[in-house]
């Protein structure tokens, strides 16, 4: 073999290596695909009730900001090489995001109910997820607007004993399809609490919690650069994320704010009530757990059409 033969062969091995420390995705093809997934809570300025629905005086505005922060992350993912995005409105009705005002080959999800509800489009040929807008949990004492799904029926959620957070659930679906979470947005305390579930992910701090309804925030245009510097950290070390993987089959534990749900919930087999307020239920992997969830949140005898 000649020098130059022996360098084309070394080459060749060295670029072959770094395929497969990107993983199977990478070798398999080069489109990169992003599930980006968008609340509002965690969105910069965001302090109370009067910013996350139409009922209050300055939700109009924090629809454009919201709108401009899942931009910045698509933005910022495209020039990454992001091949295509879908993008998951997450927060309240799920019609908040301008939908006009994203690029014209991105996919938008809107309102409920839906499978898999936050990480709803998310499958197995996803590479790649990142939160924006995120808020801590429920059982945080810090946290601005802090809550787990519902601020107005739920005290607990639990999988496999273990307190999650909305992050740290769709951080476990996004798992299930072997699919990292990569980077997120939000106050301090919901940073914290994802990086505790899935490891040292890149963050934008949009503000630091003074308690639920305060905060030392970025003002939107800071916020929408920040998150789009993170999010082209984060693209630059895509290898260095795992997806979280939750053992199963799944226990997950729910606790209610009131008596009623759970008494009623137990008379169904599939539910064990474990105290006055709580319920037990097992599934089989995160999808199935996803779906039993979405049931308790969306279910309602007067549903219409």
Not at 42 to 49: A, K, L, P, R, S
Not at 77 to 84: I, K, L, P, S
Not at 137 to 149: D, K, Q, W
Not at 208 to 222: C, E, N, W
Request: hydrophobic residues 45%; charged residues 20%; aromatic residues 8%.
């Amino acid at each position: 073999m000649t020098f130059a033969q022996r360098i084309a062969a070394a080459l060749s091995i060295a670029v072959i290596g770094a395929l497969f420390a990107l993983g199977p995705r990478a070798v398999a093809h080069q489109a990169l695909k992003v599930h980006i997934s968008v609340d509002m809570e965690g969105v910069g300025g965001v302090v109370t009730g009067e910013q996350l629905g139409p009922a209050g005086f300055e939700y109009g505005r924090f629809r454009e900001f919201m709108t401009r922060e899942a931009l910045a992350a698509v933005d910022a993912a495209r020039r990454a090489g992001a091949t295509e995005i879908i993008v998951a409105d997450s927060h309240g009705n799920g019609q908040n995001l301008l939908i006009e005002q994203f690029p014209a080959d991105i996919r938008v999800i809107r309102s409920w109910p839906r499978r898999l509800g936050m990480m709803a489009g998310i499958d197995d040929t996803v590479d790649a997820a990142i939160f924006i807008g995120y808020h801590a949990g429920t059982n945080n004492p810090s946290g601005v607007r802090a809550h787990t799904f519902s601020s107005a029926t739920l005290t607990r959620v639990a999988l496999n004993g273990t307190n999650v957070t909305e992050g740290s659930w769709n951080a476990a679906i996004a798992g299930h399809f072997g699919v990292p979470v990569v980077m997120m947005s939000g106050d301090d305390a919901a940073i914290a609490e994802v990086r505790k579930a899935v490891g040292n992910i890149e963050a934008a701090e949009t503000k630091r919690s003074l308690g639920f309804h305060s905060a030392s925030t970025l003002t939107p245009q800071a916020s929408a650069t920040l998150i789009g510097e993170r999010v082209t950290s984060a693209m630059g070390r895509f290898a260095a994320f795992q997806p979280l993987k939750v053992q199963t089959p799944i226990t997950v534990d729910v606790s209610f704010k009131n008596y009623m749900p759970a008494e009623i919930l137990a008379y169904l087999p599939v539910f064990e009530r474990t105290d006055s307020h709580s319920i037990r239920f097992r599934a089989k992997d995160m999808v199935e757990a996803s779906a039993i969830m979405s049931f308790l949140g969306d279910y309602r005898p007067d549903i219409t059409p």
